[in-house]
């Protein structure tokens, strides 16, 4: 089970407060808990300019930051997680992270297919004293894993021993095996470098990790059954490719992170090789073809040029039909 937690870019004043509070007026957000407001306790409904004055009182005790909203978002996939669920791992999460004793509140949004709750307090303490915002966003991640019992380590571990069993003739195509499992990875200053959660799992020369990996290219004859099994798909499925988007805490809010179609679909599921869209500025750029039942990576250029691969479609933009994942 995977909770994404989100932190947003702090503000002058606590504008989350308000806009928290206008959905739960429209119905999409309810707010389950407010704690450590002092007199606002013995109000029957406090509303949005109290708790907003209240936090600015606060925070008016330190004159070092201008910055003292902390806005947090903490989703599932789903509804793994019910409302009540989010809330107490929310409250678990504030502890973690030193906001257990600041005035908080949790607001459950119900706005999109995933359940998440938002966090709105202040980074200033009653002493005047500010919560280290230092690598926020690494403790924020820290501190989830550690409330859901994961290693990161050994999920680490877990996930690329497997890709070592597959032949690249780059380090691109090992890049693209990575990407699959959520992992960043790049060349810097000759070093090849692996990242997630905010951490850096691989550091290593370019040319060692090359060695390791780096096998002989698929022979012509492997590259042309690949071919052809892509070549009868073409005649079975639709090649349209539709924008596969992440959707973030609000509703406007959604982020690219692939591209599917008919025929991908249809190539993983009948013959396990899957093709992986490669894309820039919201268009596609070209593709690899990941054989997992040969443990083959072979670039799309390899295969057959892009265009009859996705049938001159290579655009997300202005797409009528999109899916989430």
């Not at 490669?278 to 670039?299: C, E, M, P, R, Y």
């Amino acid at each position: 089970m995977d909770i994404v937690v989100k932190l947003f870019t702090t503000s002058i004043g606590f504008p989350a407060v308000q806009y928290n509070m206008n959905k739960v007026e429209s119905g999409d957000a309810e707010l389950m808990v407010y704690k450590n407001f002092g007199i606002l306790h013995a109000f029957t409904n406090p509303v949005s300019a109290d708790f907003e004055h209240y936090l600015g009182a606060v925070s008016s005790l330190s004159r070092k930051s201008w910055y003292a909203q902390f806005h947090a978002v903490l989703s599932v996939k789903g509804k793994l997680i019910s409302s009540e669920g989010l809330k107490d791992f929310a409250e678990r999460w504030l502890r973690e992270m030193g906001y257990a004793s600041q005035p908080y509140l949790l607001f459950f949004h119900s706005d999109t297919k995933n359940n998440h709750v938002h966090i709105v307090s202040t980074s200033i303490m009653p002493s005047g004293k500010k919560i280290s915002d230092s690598f926020n966003r690494i403790r924020a991640i820290d501190a989830v894993n550690k409330l859901l019992g994961i290693d990161v380590k050994a999920v680490f571990t877990a996930d690329v021993s497997p890709l070592l069993d597959y032949k690249f003739s780059s380090l691109a195509q090992f890049s693209s095996l990575l990407r699959l499992k959520g992992y960043t990875s790049y060349t810097a200053a000759n070093q090849f470098i692996v990242r997630k959660y905010g951490r850096t799992f691989l550091k290593m020369s370019e040319g060692k990790i090359e060695r390791m990996i780096i096998s002989q290219a698929p022979s012509e004859a492997v590259i042309e059954e690949i071919r052809l099994a892509i070549n009868l798909a073409l005649n079975l499925k639709d090649n349209t490719c539709f924008p596969l988007y992440q959707p973030l805490a609000h509703q406007f809010a959604k982020r690219l992170t692939g591209f599917r179609s008919d025929l991908s679909d249809y190539l993983l599921n009948h013959y396990g090789l899957e093709i992986l869209y490669h894309f820039k500025q919201k268009a596609i750029s070209g593709f690899t073809a990941i054989d997992h039942k040969n443990h083959l990576v072979i670039q799309g250029s390899q295969l057959m040029e892009l265009g009859r691969l996705t049938g001159e479609n290579t655009t997300g933009i202005f797409r009528a039909k999109s899916y989430s994942r």
